[in-house]
């Protein structure tokens, strides 16, 4: 590797170009998918995620900490975002049966409607946006590749607690 002397070689290498792409498009991509579920749902793209985790954890739900750790949130940050999560009616917050102490966030009926009829949409803006974009012929080869830098990163990081 050639040895960086000015910022314009900096600006013009072709690895930190190619890293600020996949920064830029994620940004963008994220903005346009994520004002598309705002405006048709009313909920932040961050709540939309908070759905799905509490999809995939079924019942009897789970802990703030847990829900924090999923998102990297402080426990203030997801306690906040819970709180007008249950405001809308999308979750609810009931005692853990494990930890007299502790309580346990769920969905609501309300909130695993709006998760299902707010992910058709996602899904179809992902299509057109992330997917049809590229050459079919790449599309699988793609997604396959992101799976490999997404657990390597996530490796590279220390464990959250």
Request: charge should be neutral.
């Amino acid at each position: 590797m050639d040895e960086i002397s000015t910022a314009g070689e900096a600006a013009r290498d072709e690895l930190i170009v190619s890293f600020g792409r996949l920064l830029g498009v994620a940004g963008r991509l994220g903005h346009i998918l994520g004002r598309a579920i705002e405006q048709e749902f009313g909920i932040s793209h961050l709540m939309y995620e908070v759905l799905l985790i509490l999809g995939r954890a079924g019942e009897p739900g789970l802990s703030m900490g847990a829900i924090a750790r999923e998102q990297v949130l402080t426990t203030g940050g997801v306690t906040r975002l819970i709180d007008r999560m249950e405001a809308a009616g999308l979750v609810a917050r009931a005692e853990d049966p494990g930890d007299r102490r502790g309580r346990l966030v769920r969905l609501t009926p309300r909130g695993d409607d709006v998760a299902v009829r707010a992910s058709r949409l996602h899904l179809a803006n992902i299509e057109r946006y992330f997917l049809e974009p590229l050459p079919v012929a790449h599309r699988q080869r793609f997604l396959d590749d992101l799976r490999i830098l997404s657990h390597a990163a996530r490796d590279a990081l220390p464990p959250l607690h």
